[in-house]
């Protein structure tokens, strides 16, 4: 017998002890012994999915749920714990029977990740714009032109990387790289 999880939720449309019962059976139905079960009661859910996703593939190898609408709230949600079983080899089992739709869900599951991270990829590059229009720039601060005259003609003078940056007033990190960008 293979070691499953049972992850429950309150308020996705079962009591939880109907969840339970249900994959509880479903877990005997495949042959499974419940090593663990997850029970979401609408206080903290993401510690309790957390939890799970930390134990996948440690200390379970199959996931049992009423519904795969259990492993999140959002999209997202279902996607990214879908992900992390799948990336630590736990087997999901839905106890509705849907294993078409869990089949379809991994099958698509590379897809939609990569166009979540595409449309993610999109929205930050938009708000980087906006955030350009208003001034905002980003990037290390220019050094103070006064300095790096300082810290060059220290340079050319002989000094060391330290000494040359206690002169100018920069830390030795910012020397070194201006004698790395120095013309030759």
Do not use: W
């Amino acid at each position: 017998m293979t070691s499953s999880a049972i992850l429950l939720r309150d308020g996705f449309g079962m009591a939880a002890e109907a969840q339970r019962a249900v994959a509880v059976a479903c877990a005997a139905r495949h042959g499974l012994t419940v090593a663990r079960i997850y029970t979401d009661d609408g206080r903290r859910p993401r510690h309790v999915r957390h939890a799970l996703l930390r134990g996948a593939g440690v200390q379970f190898s199959t996931l049992v749920v009423a519904s795969i609408t259990v492993l999140g709230t959002t999209m997202p949600e279902v996607l990214g714990a879908a992900a992390v079983l799948q990336e630590r080899g736990v087997r999901l089992v839905a106890a509705d029977g849907d294993e078409d739709a869990i089949a379809g869900l991994r099958a698509a599951l590379p897809m939609l990740l990569e166009m979540q991270a595409a449309l993610r990829h999109e929205a930050v590059l938009r708000g980087r714009a906006r955030a350009r229009k208003r001034g905002v720039q980003f990037g290390r601060p220019r050094l103070p032109e006064e300095k790096i005259t300082r810290a060059r003609n220290a340079l050319a003078a002989g000094a060391g990387v330290r000494q040359a940056a206690r002169l100018a007033g920069l830390s030795p990190a910012s020397v070194v790289r201006l004698r790395a960008l120095a013309p030759a």
